[in-house]
């Protein structure tokens, strides 16, 4: 059996326990994390720069390092992003190129290393794998090859996927991932700011960010206190010292 088709009988096996069109991205994330020698997988669109839209990670730690990455706005997906190429960071080169980013994953999850690889195929210029690793395990041990095969296999299998799904009003079922749905409530939040504080979104999303960083949360996490009004604008804005 070849590295696709391994990943392939995986994704399968994962139906199961992971039924349904809106926990695929889920299991596409865990049968990378079997089949590679990496800790953990996690998967995300882009609908702009900014708009970072995760779908599902292999475990709840890998969504928990996507939530830190999107919350300081800095790291190796973004990266990969906007160059259009895999990056492969070790610990070394997290803590050179994205200080704050390295500080809260050494913080808060087990990973000291991370590939990220834009997907192709359908997902391309708007798909990305995050590949996480753990001491003793280096970014070094992934074969770039390997990679690139179980990148192309999970974009095919998500094409293959979304083809075949029924069209909605609602747009595709992936949009109804946990992942995705917890996500949403930022761009809301974004607005809410926006208007009560009247800022444009870069700024608002800013003021959000700047928060979520200083109370030492996720940015998901801050957008729904927003939201709830269990966090006010007063309190936002005075965080940040910008006054009301």
Request: with cysteine; aromatic share 6%; charged share 20%.
């Amino acid at each position: 059996m070849d590295l696709t088709q391994e990943f392939t009988a995986h994704v399968t096996a994962a139906e199961a326990d992971l039924p349904g069109p809106e926990l695929l991205p889920v299991r596409l994330a865990r049968a990378c994390a079997q089949v590679l020698p990496v800790a953990a997988a996690g998967i995300s669109v882009y609908f702009s720069a900014d708009r970072r839209l995760p779908l599902g990670g292999s475990e709840p730690i890998a969504s928990a390092a996507e939530r830190l990455q999107f919350t300081v706005g800095e790291g190796p997906c973004l990266t990969a992003h906007g160059l259009g190429q895999p990056v492969f960071a070790d610990e070394d080169e997290l803590r050179t190129r994205w200080p704050v980013f390295h500080d809260a994953l050494a913080t808060h999850t087990p990973f000291r290393g991370i590939v990220s690889l834009p997907l192709r195929g359908g997902l391309e210029g708007i798909g990305a794998l995050d590949l996480y690793v753990t001491p003793p395990g280096s970014v070094r041990d992934l074969s770039l090859a390997d990679t690139l095969t179980v990148g192309t296999a999970l974009s095919a299998l998500f094409a293959i996927a979304m083809d075949e799904e029924p069209r909605s009003e609602t747009g595709p079922s992936w949009l109804d991932a946990p992942a995705a749905g917890r996500r949403s409530l930022v761009w809301q939040a974004v607005g809410f700011v926006g208007i009560g504080l009247e800022l444009d979104n870069t700024d608002a999303l800013s003021l959000l960010r700047a928060h979520a960083y200083g109370s030492d949360q996720d940015l998901d996490a801050v957008a729904q206190a927003v939201l709830e009004e269990r966090l006010s604008m007063a309190e936002l804005s005075a965080a940040a010292g910008t006054g009301t």
